[in-house]
C-alpha cells in the first residue's frame, strides 16, 4: 500500500478512537478526549473495564484462532489506534504466517497506521484507509493481502455500535460472511443495553464524539445468525476463556466467537 500521509487533526473535538486510547492508558490523546472519557468514566465507571476487558478478549481470540483453531487470515475492522497486543502481534506469535489486515476511516488512525504495517517474515499485514460499512471496497482491498477463498476471521470489536439501525448492522455482518468460506470465524463484541450504558451513550454522543449506541442482549446475540458459536458462546466477555480468573463483575460487553458452517 501507499505509505499513510500525517493529515491535519482537529485536537479540541473529543474523538472516539482518542477516548478508548485514553481509558486504555495510553498517551495518544488530547484534553478534549480526557475530560470526556473521564466524564464517562464518573458516570459509568465500568467503561474503563469494559475498555480494557475488550482488548482482552480480542487477543484471547485471536490466540485461539491462531494457536489452536489454525486460522491463518485475520481481517481487523475498525482497528482503532495501535496498542499492546495488536491483533497482528498476536496471531503472528502463535502462527508466525498469519497475514493481518487493518481496516480504518479514521485519519486519526491513518496517522498512526505505519505501526500496524509490521510483520515476521513469514506472514504479511496491511492497512485499509476506508469505512467498515463499505464491504465491497473493504473486500477488495483486503484481496491484495488475503485469500479470500480460504478462512478468514473477521473482528468487530466495540466497533458495530457506531451503526445505529439494527437491520442495517445486522446486514452489514452478513455481507462479510457471505464473501467468505465455511471455516471463516466471526470475533464480535459490543456494549449491552442497560439503564447506565444508554445514559453513558448519551453523555458520549452529547459530549462531541461519533455516536455509540448500547443494543439489548438479544440483538447482540442475533449478529451470530447462521454460525456456530465456540464455547461458552454468547455472554460477557470477561468470562470468554478467561486465562486467569476473574474477579468482579462481568462486564456489560458482550461477545461471542462463532465459526461459519
Known sequence: MTPPVEQEL???????????????GGKDNYEADRELGQRMAEMFPQIVDIARASRQFQARAVRHLA?????????DLGTGLPTAEATHEVAQAAAPASRVVYVDHDPIVLAHARALLTSGPEGATDYV???????????REAARTLDLTQPVAVLLMSTLGHVADDAQAAALVRSYLDALPSGSHLVLCDTIET?????GSDEYADGGAVPYVSRPQEVVASFADGLELLSPGFGSITL????????????EQWGFVGVKP
Open 129 to 139: 484507509h476506508a469505512d467498515l460499512t463499505d464491504a465491497p471496497t473493504v473486500l
Open 195 to 199: 439503564p447506565l450504558t444508554k445514559a
Open 240 to 251: 470468554w476463556r478467561p486465562e486467569t480468573p476473574p474477579t468482579g463483575d462481568p462486564v
Open 67 to 75: 494457536g489452536e483453531a489454525g486460522i491463518r487470515q485475520f481481517l
Open 10 to 24: 482537529n485536537n479540541g473535538v473529543p474523538h472516539s478512537a482518542r477516548i478508548w486510547n485514553y481509558w486504555l
